[in-house]
């Protein structure tokens, strides 16, 4: 009985590096769903368009258009120009973004006006949670910078910018490591006793083989 006990833990000892493999795939099965989960990627910055007395505008024509939310419409529909797009895509290369055409990035961003209000949100979905935020954030200065440039006025402020999420509540805890320690080794050992099985299962197809080819 001794005997078995010792070769069996030797086998166990021998085979231990299925354990290990268990341990690495559920531990990174675990960390691939975890990291999908902590972050969204959609990224959402806002801006405001308050009044500037302009010297582009008559002042009732500009009261006009502020009161009827006409001039947050006109930003964003500027956003879809290809002038805009354009501005934007070489922005976003300095930071590394060099992936994406004028299509595809009118497709990444969502520019809409708050009902009843002044306020511009600019959404942004994009492959990488990172991305999305810088993007939407770009997406937000870039508007301020050319509406300053083209329509000779600075009535836009940048009221919200994206942000990662804090994830510091999420950490993987004590209790979680020790789940996923116990239940690999448990893997692990049923995969060392299936495979123990099927050697045998091997030896004596190798003994019967043998046997058969004396007869």
Do not use: C
Request: proline share 1%; aromatic share 12%; charged share 25%.
């Amino acid at each position: 009985m001794e005997n078995i006990f010792k070769k069996s833990f030797i086998y166990v000892i021998k085979n231990s590096w299925l354990i290990l493999l268990t341990l690495v795939i559920v531990f990174s099965s675990y960390k691939i769903v975890f990291d999908s989960k902590k972050y969204t990627n959609t990224s959402v910055s806002k801006v405001f368009v308050y009044e500037n007395k302009n010297k582009a505008y008559s002042y009732n024509y500009y009261q006009n258009i502020l009161k009827n939310n006409l001039l947050s419409k006109d930003y964003s529909e500027f956003t879809k120009t290809d002038y805009f797009l354009n501005k934007l895509l070489l922005t976003l290369k300095k930071y590394g973004i060099k992936n994406l055409n004028k299509d595809e990035l009118s497709n990444i961003i969502k520019v809409n006006n708050v009902e009843e209000s002044r306020i511009i949100t600019i959404e942004t979905k994009y492959d990488t949670p990172g991305g999305s935020v810088l993007i939407a954030n770009e997406t937000a200065k870039t508007l301020k910078n050319e509406i300053k440039n083209i329509f000779l006025t600075n009535n836009i402020n940048i009221i919200e910018s994206s942000t990662l999420p804090n994830v510091k509540s999420e950490i993987i805890g004590l209790k979680d490591i020790l789940f996923f320690f116990f239940l690999s080794i448990t893997i692990g050992l049923i995969l060392i006793s299936l495979k123990h099985k099927l050697e045998i299962l091997d030896t004596k197809d190798i003994k019967k083989a043998k046997s058969n080819s004396q007869v």
